[in-house]
């Protein structure tokens, strides 16, 4: 008969403060985007309109200037074919070939499982784009979930979880975020998605891309920086829960 040890409330408090901020991330990586999306969807098989689509949309218009309409141009494209998917390609290649085989998988995982779910959401709402004005940057595929946004949501949070334990973290999910959000705008100043399939985009793929790095990155270490079971054993007052 097996005897299961009680564990301490100081060693559970130490373990809970130290893991926090996981518990942080499966609520705004994940539920709180998975909860949005499934709004989002709910109201697209619905066929409902949603509320802020139309305006958001006639808003953009009001804004458009020759200027605008390069810049905003220039961005949708480096938000997919001239920028993302080299960039996506680039990245998992440069990690694999280094031999960083964890986050290389993780980096071809994230792009390759996001362009997956995309094309399959898109044949299952069968979304039509909007049409509210002769857009400069037509498309004819389906609208929900925006590939786009999706695209360089998942660049950006494979980028971030990538470089979550270096010094650069917070200039990363700054550039990258930003990155996003410009990308997002561009499809909607040209009228080619509606608001509610870039943010459909952006929590498909943060939903992805956070569960896949809490399955594969959680708890990598490199080589040099781990430390022997012996030596963790003979710290005293060490919390057996802690990280």
Same mark, same amino acid.
């Given at each position: 008969?097996?005897?299961? !040890?009680?564990?301490?409330?100081?060693?559970?408090? &130490?373990?809970?403060?130290?893991?926090?901020?996981?518990?942080? !991330?499966?609520?705004?990586?994940?539920?709180?985007?998975?909860?949005?999306?499934?709004?989002?969807?709910?109201?697209?098989? /619905?066929?409902?309109?949603?509320?802020?689509?139309?305006?958001?949309?006639?808003? *953009?218009?009001?804004?458009?200037?020759?200027?605008?309409? /390069?810049?905003?141009?220039?961005? #949708?494209?480096?938000?997919? &074919?001239?920028?993302?998917?080299? /960039?996506?390609?680039?990245? /998992?290649?440069?990690?694999?070939?280094?031999?960083?085989?964890?986050?290389?998988?993780?980096?071809? !995982?994230?792009?390759?499982?996001?362009?997956?779910?995309?094309?399959?959401?898109?044949?299952?709402?069968?979304?039509?784009?909007?049409?509210?004005?002769?857009?400069?940057?037509?498309?004819?595929?389906?609208?929900?979930?925006?590939?786009?946004?999706? %695209?360089?949501?998942?660049?950006?949070?494979?980028?971030?979880?990538?470089?979550?334990?270096?010094?650069?973290?917070?200039?990363?999910?700054?550039? %990258?975020?930003?990155?996003?959000? !410009?990308?997002?705008?561009?499809?909607?100043?040209? %009228?080619?998605?509606?608001?509610?399939?870039?943010?459909?985009?952006?929590?498909?793929?943060?939903?992805?891309?956070?569960?896949? #790095?809490?399955? *594969?990155?959680?708890?990598?270490?490199?080589?040099?920086?781990?430390?022997?079971?012996?030596?963790?054993?003979?710290?005293?007052?060490?919390?057996?829960?802690?990280?």
């Amino acid at each position: 008969m097996s005897v299961v !040890l009680a564990e301490s409330p100081a060693g559970f408090k &130490q373990w809970l403060g130290s893991n926090a901020w996981r518990m942080g !991330l499966l609520f705004a990586g994940i539920l709180l985007p998975l909860g949005v999306f499934v709004y989002l969807a709910d109201e697209v098989h /619905a066929l409902e309109t949603v509320y802020f689509d139309e305006p958001l949309l006639w808003g *953009m218009r009001s804004i458009a200037t020759p200027g605008l309409d /390069a810049f905003f141009g220039a961005i #949708s494209k480096v938000g997919y &074919q001239y920028g993302v998917i080299p /960039a996506d390609i680039a990245i /998992a290649l440069v990690l694999l070939a280094f031999g960083r085989w964890r986050e290389g998988t993780f980096a071809t !995982l994230g792009f390759g499982g996001s362009a997956l779910l995309n094309m399959g959401a898109k044949q299952v709402f069968q979304r039509e784009r909007p049409s509210l004005w002769d857009s400069i940057a037509s498309e004819s595929t389906f609208s929900f979930p925006s590939g786009h946004a999706m %695209g360089s949501m998942t660049l950006a949070a494979v980028v971030i979880a990538l470089a979550w334990n270096t010094r650069w973290r917070w200039s990363v999910t700054l550039a %990258g975020s930003l990155f996003a959000l !410009l990308v997002g705008t561009s499809r909607i100043y040209l %009228g080619v998605h509606y608001p509610s399939d870039i943010l459909g985009g952006w929590s498909a793929a943060l939903v992805w891309v956070v569960g896949l #790095s809490l399955v *594969m990155l959680r708890g990598t270490r490199r080589p040099q920086a781990r430390t022997p079971v012996g030596a963790v054993l003979e710290q005293p007052g060490r919390a057996p829960f802690a990280d």
